[in-house]
């Protein structure tokens, strides 16, 4: 599966990444592509205790993107591993290029 698949335009032209998290690990950044779920995995060293871990999943999101943290809102799964991001001030073709960047320096 490419990352595409990860990656949803809204009619109204919003895109969504859908994205599983890791929270509590060693390490933070964009770890993997689960092809079975179709979501990009995303880990981050907080813990999942009162939103702790979805600040710093936007806060990962907002640098790997080269994005501001506004420019980026969880709209579903606050509370779940499974969570869907809206992104703005990015264009599609934008957005896959730094996702792939992101997975191929993972890979080196």
């Given at each position: 599966?490419e990352?595409?698949g990860?990656?949803?335009?809204?009619?109204d032209g919003?895109?969504?990444?859908?994205?599983e998290?890791?929270?509590?690990s060693?390490?933070?950044?964009?770890?993997?592509?689960n092809?079975?779920?179709?979501?990009?995995?995303?880990a981050v060293k907080?813990e999942a205790?009162?939103?702790?871990?979805n600040?710093?999943?936007?806060h990962?999101l907002?640098?790997?993107?080269?994005l501001t943290?506004?420019d980026?809102?969880?709209?579903?799964?606050?509370t779940?591993r499974?969570?869907?991001?809206?992104?703005?001030s990015i264009?599609?073709?934008?957005?896959l290029s730094?996702?792939?960047?992101?997975?191929?320096?993972?890979?080196d």
């Amino acid at each position: 599966m490419e990352i595409s698949g990860c990656v949803q335009t809204t009619l109204d032209g919003r895109l969504l990444l859908d994205i599983e998290v890791q929270p509590g690990s060693s390490r933070q950044g964009i770890v993997g592509l689960n092809k079975w779920r179709s979501k990009l995995s995303v880990a981050v060293k907080a813990e999942a205790q009162k939103g702790k871990a979805n600040e710093a999943v936007l806060h990962v999101l907002a640098k790997i993107l080269s994005l501001t943290k506004s420019d980026l809102e969880i709209v579903s799964g606050q509370t779940s591993r499974a969570k869907r991001v809206s992104v703005k001030s990015i264009t599609i073709e934008d957005l896959l290029s730094r996702l792939n960047d992101a997975l191929s320096q993972d890979g080196d």
